[in-house]
Nanobody, 126 residues
Framework: VQLVESGGGSVQAGGSLRLSCVGSERTFSFITMAWFRQHPGEDREFVAAITWSGALTWYATSVKDRFTISRDNDKSILYLQMNSLKVEDTAVYYC????????????????????WGQGTQVTVSS
C-alpha cells in the first residue's frame, strides 16, 4: 500500500491540526493502520492505531484524550485529529499500514507495520 500524508504545519500551543493519510489500494480497507512520530535524533514512537473497521483504537499515553484516530474506508483515508497541541508534539508524523504478519498484541511496535508514508512535519510553538 502506498501512503501519502498531508496536513502538517506550524501551530501555536493549544491549537489543532488534522493529518490525513491516503492509501493507494483497496486493501487499505482491511488493514490495521497507525500513526507514529519521530522527534529529531530519536527513534519513531507510537502515537495511535485503529483496526480495519474502526471498532478498536489505541493511543499512546502522551496523546490520549487529545488526539483522535479515525478512518474512511470508502475513501481510503486515515486521519489523526490533534487538539490541545503541545510543544513536545513537534515531530515528523508517519502513517503506517500493518503487514500480513500483524499481531494485534504488538500494535505499538514499528515491526508490525510494513508500509509507511513519507512523513509530514508538525511544529508546535509556545
Amino acid at each position: 500500500v502506498q501512503l501519502v500524508e498531508s496536513g502538517g504545519g506550524s501551530v501555536q500551543a493549544g491549537g489543532s491540526l488534522r493529518l490525513s493519510c491516503v492509501g493507494s489500494e483497496r486493501t487499505f480497507s482491511f488493514i490495521t493502520m497507525a500513526w507514529f512520530r519521530q522527534h529529531p535524533g530519536e527513534d519513531r514512537e507510537f502515537v495511535a492505531a485503529i483496526t480495519w473497521s474502526g471498532a478498536l483504537t489505541w493511543y499512546a499515553t502522551s496523546v490520549k484524550d487529545r488526539f483522535t484516530i479515525s478512518r474512511d474506508n470508502d475513501k481510503s483515508i486515515l486521519y489523526l485529529q490533534m487538539n490541545s497541541l503541545k510543544v513536545e508534539d513537534t515531530a515528523v508524523y508517519y502513517c503506517a499500514a500493518a503487514g500480513s504478519y500483524y499481531n494485534p498484541t504488538y500494535y505499538s511496535s514499528q515491526n508490525q507495520y510494513r508500509d509507511w508514508g513519507q512523513g509530514t512535519q508538525v511544529t508546535v510553538s509556545s
